[in-house]
């Protein structure tokens, strides 16, 4: 067995896609998923294919701006689906794809711990922020 360089070996994990190494392209990937709007976006979409203005009231505090640069991003990355339907006015619906679909288990997951553990999460912060104010 050959031994590699340590450049040939970052090549190499690069291209087995370790998210540890800078250079990786999941790390864009996990950037984005961890944008707070995907993962509402993406629960929104989980109840069903929805208009636009159907997510803007759904997801509480998101600028149209947002929205639609987070629908696109999730259309790019082949998450969602973007359905335009020809009629008076134009219609628009977003949907899930079934790449998306993988991922919702997941990100609902993070969405109910959050919901879950908010208080523990709350009290651990007071306790910290109270001993940083104290030293």
Known sequence: MATRSATQRRQ???????AFLAECPTRELLETLSDKWMGLVLGALAEAPKRHSELARR??????????????????????TRTVTPSV????????????????PVMLGIKDWAEAHMNEVDAARRIYDKARAAS
């Open 89 to 104: 006015p134009v219609r628009v619906d977003y949907e899930l794809t079934a790449l998306g679909r993988t991922l919702l």
């Open 12 to 18: 190499q994990a690069k291209r087995d896609y370790d």
């Open 59 to 80: 997801i509480a505090g998101v600028s149209q701006k947002m929205l639609t640069q987070t629908l696109r991003t999730l259309e790019r990355d082949g998450l969602v």
